[in-house]
């Protein structure tokens, strides 16, 4: 029979490592095509990898908790005659046709499960030492989650190496609510961050480089609106991506974002649900902040919060004369690099959002 070596494959835009954390096989066992082989974990979410040919698995190569490479052999198979798979044995075969999709879904075929705890201390953070000279010991340790450990990690990459500038507007929500309390009763009434998404991706289509990254040397402005929509979940927050943005409505974003806050409070995000934003939008208003000053997700080089709409006295023009109104204002508070933009453009983008809201919308805006 012939052997099979048995990689990592591609399980979503811009993941290129892993750990493996559990072999769901074991030496000497037998394998069908698209069962699942191991678990393979990337910063948020874990994932069974289904095997991609049938046999008796003959060597292991990767032990369970390795952090390994996207492409990594990890084990070796010794091919079933009849699953009708290329083994590397044949000299036909080119290295790119060794790692056939599987026969039916994507790469990741199993819900998701959500990242508990890592159960094992974690090193210091960058700049952190491992003692706090000081601080009381004793207490009870919490371990972080997974996603807390990325999170932290992200996090601290972000502030320690993007230049953070904070600005800040204030919106009028008065159109938005005015579009809402007319809504069809039939179709799901969007929330104001399904507004606040659409005004984004159009004023993202003005001011292309708040939807770029930073390459040596200048931006890679991207050629669509994939924004990412903050979502809190009982393992911490994730960030599912809304793909092309640009091109759907208001009613379409809500359902979008719906759907995707659903999978990711079930814990069935996939990776690919994770990769590939290009703008974060954070709705910590739903948490009653009124501002807020967010972390940019490299590559990423702008992030927005939306922050709690309140009712509050502003002055009012009518027939010319000024007085007093109530309305709803909520400030949008955006981190920008500055390594992208400076303060007039962004400034200006963050004015085009809030415009955009105090226009009029439609049934289908």
Not at 44 to 60: L, N, R
Not at 342 to 361: C, Q
């Amino acid at each position: 029979m012939a052997q099979y070596r048995v990689v990592v494959p591609e399980i979503g835009e811009a993941i290129d490592q892993g750990t493996l954390l559990r072999w769901l096989s074991h030496l000497g066992g037998q394998v069908r095509v698209g069962e699942p082989l191991f678990e393979f974990a990337t910063d948020k979410v874990d994932s069974e990898i289904p095997s991609p040919v049938a046999g008796t698995m003959v060597e292991i190569l990767v032990a369970e908790g390795s952090t390994i490479d996207v492409g990594a052999e990890v084990c070796i198979i010794e091919q079933a005659l009849d699953d009708g798979v290329p083994s590397i044995a044949d000299p036909s075969t080119t290295t790119a046709s060794r790692v056939p999709p599987p026969p039916e879904g994507p790469v990741v075929r199993s819900p998701v499960r959500s990242s508990g705890s890592t159960g094992a201390p974690l090193p210091p953070l960058p700049g952190e030492t491992s003692v706090r000279h000081g601080a009381e010991e004793g207490g009870v340790i919490e371990h972080f989650s997974r996603i807390r450990a990325a999170t932290a990690q992200v996090m601290s990459t972000s502030a320690s190496t993007i230049p953070h500038v904070l600005s800040v507007v204030e919106a009028d929500y008065s159109a938005v609510a005015s579009a809402r309390h007319r809504w069809p009763t039939d179709r799901r009434r969007p929330t104001p961050l399904a507004f606040v998404t659409k005004a984004v991706a159009e004023a993202l289509q003005r001011y292309p480089q708040l939807n770029s990254s930073v390459v040596p040397g200048g931006l890679r402005l991207h050629d669509r609106i994939d924004i990412a929509i903050a979502v809190d979940t009982p393992d911490g927050l994730v960030a599912p991506v809304i793909r092309q943005a640009e091109s759907l409505e208001v009613a379409e974003i809500a359902e979008a974002i719906a759907e995707l806050a659903e999978i990711a409070r079930n814990g069935k995000l996939t990776p690919g649900h994770l990769s590939g934003a290009t703008f974060t939008i954070s709705n910590n208003g739903s948490a009653g902040s009124v501002l807020t000053t967010p972390l940019i997700t490299p590559p990423q080089v702008a992030v927005l919060s939306v922050d709690k709409v309140v009712d509050r006295p502003v002055v009012v023009t009518v027939d010319n004369a000024k007085g007093v109104g109530i309305k709803p204002i909520g400030n949008l508070s955006m981190c920008w690099d500055h390594r992208a933009v400076d303060g007039v453009r962004a400034a200006a983008f963050l004015v085009a959002v809030a415009e955009r809201l105090e226009a009029g919308w439609s049934e289908r805006a």
